[in-house]
Nanobody, 115 residues
Framework: QVQLVESGGGLVQTGGSLNLSCQTS????????VGWHRQAPGKQRELVAG???????NYVGSAKGRFTISRDVSKNTVYLQMNSLKPEDTAVYFC?????????WGQGTQVTVSS
């Protein structure tokens, strides 16, 4: 059974940092890609950053220059280092793994940035 479990969310002040983790139950190298998405209250879920099975990365919107996605294959974990956090980054952050055309979501972790 494929599972993704996020951790590392919390409450932080504007300008602070958080490092989110997404651990998978299967070899992370098997995924076509793993991405971080977020959903703020009343808004649609949106892609923040992704990493392919080759290790190539992409960032969307305000994540560019502030967030860094990386992975540790030995730990089957993908990380999202978030710096210079802003109140508008407040959301539930989800991990999405794409494996053989199937989409697997984690349960999410709450990130709250206070002003």
């Amino acid at each position: 059974q494929v599972q993704l479990v996020e951790s590392g969310g919390g409450l932080v002040q504007t300008g602070g940092s958080l490092n989110l983790s997404c651990q998978t139950s299967v070899n992370i190298s098997n995924f076509n890609s793993v991405g971080w998405h977020r959903q703020a209250p009343g808004k649609q879920r949106e892609l923040v950053a992704g990493i392919s099975f080759l290790g190539t990365t992409n960032y969307v919107g305000s994540a560019k220059g502030r967030f860094t996605i990386s992975r540790d294959v030995s730990k089957n974990t993908v990380y999202l280092q978030m710096n210079s956090l802003k109140p508008e980054d407040t959301a539930v952050y989800f991990c999405l793994g794409i494996l053989n055309g199937m989409h697997y979501w984690g349960q999410g972790t709450q990130v709250t940035v206070s002003s």
